[in-house]
Structure formats: structure tokens, C-alpha cells
């Protein structure tokens, strides 16, 4: 799925390339659908539903024949495992918790899958955006975190989450990419060689 159109991944692209013709620091944007399938979700619910069935029926004052308890609870569990089936019903029994765990394990992959970690000057720094939990993070390599701290980054992942929020996630990064280039030209100013180690280009997962 696409959240931004093909003229807004070129704008973003060139804006990424211009913050980067600034500083010696490597930019690279990462968007995903959801960081996890939370497969597991729909079938826990499901069952602890199905498990109450013999709990709430004994509470009503109606027990009914074990058989036919047994048969309610198989129906209750695949009832609900279907009805969560649903993205947006599934999304709203998922703790808060849990999605910005598995959010924040993503992110983490796609810094040492695309190679950030191996950058001249170990300047890498990663905007990770997971549009069903609401989750951006900005993570940065060793070089950046030594002369600038996370309180930094999280004014302008606070701004994003909004953004994200809000339906707006282009303007969001290319907000965050501006305030991205404001930071590390200070810290990282451009070289004379400054050559260009990562893809500029929106990584679509």
C-alpha cells in the first residue's frame, strides 16, 4: 500500500538529497503499514472469551448441559477470531504497549538491514514511521548519539506522531527531514568529498 503518491516520494527524495548536501550525515526515511501481524491477537482474545462462556453462564443462573457449554465455547472462539479478522477492530484490543514494542523491534531491523550502522563516519540516522500504531521514531548511530541527545529528536517525532494522526504523513516528514538538517549540520557539517552512502529514496515496507 502507498501512503504517499509518486510526486510526493520525488519531493521527499530531492529534500532528503538537499538536507544531505549540508552535512556529512547519512538521512534515511522508512514507512510501513504495521510493524506486526499480531497474528496471536485474535486467537487470545478468542479463547479467553470462549474460556469465561462456563464462568458467565453459572453467573447467569442458567447451567447448561456440559455438552452443550463445550459446543458455545467453539462457537465463541471462532466467532471472535473472525470478527478480529477485521484490521481496525484488531487494532483497538492491542495494547498500547505492544505495538510500540513491536513498532520500536522493527525499526531496529530496518537500521541494521539498510546498513545504517556502516556509514564512514558512523552519522546514520533513520525516521521510522508505523502508520497503524501511530509510531515514529528517529534512531541514530553511535556518532550522532554521542553529541546529540534523544531529547532532541523527540520534539520532532512529537510533531510527527501528529502529523500521522492526523492523515498528514508527507508534511510530517518533510518536516521532520528539515529539522533533521537543522540539527546535523551543526554537529556534521558537509565535507569536501561528502559522498552519499545511502538511498535517499522513501523505503516502502
Known amino acids: ?15 532528503i538529497a538537499q538536507a544531505e548536501s549540508a ?11 504495521s510493524s506486526d501481524s499480531y497474528r496471536f491477537i485474535p486467537v487470545l ?15 447467569a443462573g442458567r447451567p447448561l448441559d456440559p455438552a452443550l457449554t463445550y459446543q458455545l465455547q467453539i ?24 505495538r510500540h ?14 546498513n545504517l550502522h556502516n556509514t564512514a563516519e558512523r552519522n546514520g540516522v533513520l525516521i521510522y514511521v508505523s502508520v497503524a500504531e501511530h509510531y515514529v521514531e528517529i534512531l541514530t548511530d553511535i556518532g550522532v548519539a554521542e553529541r546529540i541527545d534523544n531529547q532532541t529528536w523527540q520534539k520532532t517525532v ?6 500521522v494522526k492526523a492523515g498528514e504523513t508527507f508534511e510530517g516528514f518533510m518536516a521532520a527531514v528539515d529539522d533533521c538538517r537543522q540539527v546535523l ?6 565535507s569536501a568529498r561528502n559522498p552519499n552512502e545511502l538511498p535517499d529514496h522513501l523505503v516502502e515496507l
Open 1 to 15: 500500500m502507498a501512503f504517499l503518491t509518486l510526486d510526493e516520494k520525488d519531493k521527499l527524495r530531492r529534500a
Open 75 to 98: 462457537l465463541v472462539f471462532f466467532l471472535i477470531t473472525l470478527l478480529l479478522q477485521s484490521t481496525a477492530l484488531r487494532s483497538k484490543v492491542i495494547p498500547r504497549s505492544v
Open 23 to 33: 552535512t556529512s550525515a547519512e538521512i534515511v526515511t522508512v514507512i510501513a503499514g
Open 158 to 163: 512529537d510533531k510527527f506522531v501528529g502529523r
Open 101 to 114: 514494542q513491536r513498532a520500536a523491534r522493527a525499526a531496529r531491523e530496518q537500521f541494521l538491514a539498510l
Open 185 to 190: 549540520q551543526q554537529h556534521f557539517p558537509a
Open 45 to 59: 482474545w478468542a479463547a479467553l472469551l470462549a474460556l469465561a462462556v462456563p464462568g458467565l453462564n453459572f453467573i
